[in-house]
């Protein structure tokens, strides 16, 4: 569905979600997250302009979905039908229309090159047996 979120720490987010219950906990899979930006310019002295848009949640990531634990949600809406309009062509605009091979492209000249000496401790699969691997014992 097309949610409006607004989180415990004060951010509205937007996005498509699918709510599910992992391990006895709700968890909200949001698509395509982002929040809403007001831009107001004073027009004459009297007269103010305002207009809203939006920008991608997370800037920094590249990541196309996101996992919020439900316990971190205040509260959960449906997008207006115009929102979703706004919402579905702001997508396309930005990074909708484009084929698959344009997107490992695009995301490829996002991503930092990742060596030894940055950080790199490992991938996401050997993390996540070590820690199943911890939990378990």
């Known amino acids: 569905f097309y949610g409006v979120f607004k989180l415990l720490n004060g951010e509205e987010i937007l996005g498509k979600a699918v709510l599910t219950n992992e391990s006895n906990e709700t968890l909200c899979f949001i698509s395509d997250p982002v929040v809403i930006q007001v831009i107001e310019k004073r027009i004459s002295e009297d007269k103010m302009m ?17 996992i919020i634990r439900l316990t971190d949600i205040i509260a959960v809406a449906s997008m207006s039908k115009e929102v979703v309009l706004m919402y579905e062509t702001y997508l396309s605009t930005n990074e909708g229309n484009e084929t698959e091979e344009e997107k490992k492209v695009r995301i490829s000249r996002r991503r930092a090159k990742i060596n030894e000496a940055s950080g790199y401790l490992g991938k996401i699969d050997e993390a996540r047996a070590l820690f199943e691997k911890i939990y378990n014992s």
């Open 50 to 66: 305002r207009g809203m848009g939006f920008h991608r949640w997370m800037q920094l990531s590249d990541e196309e979905f996101y």
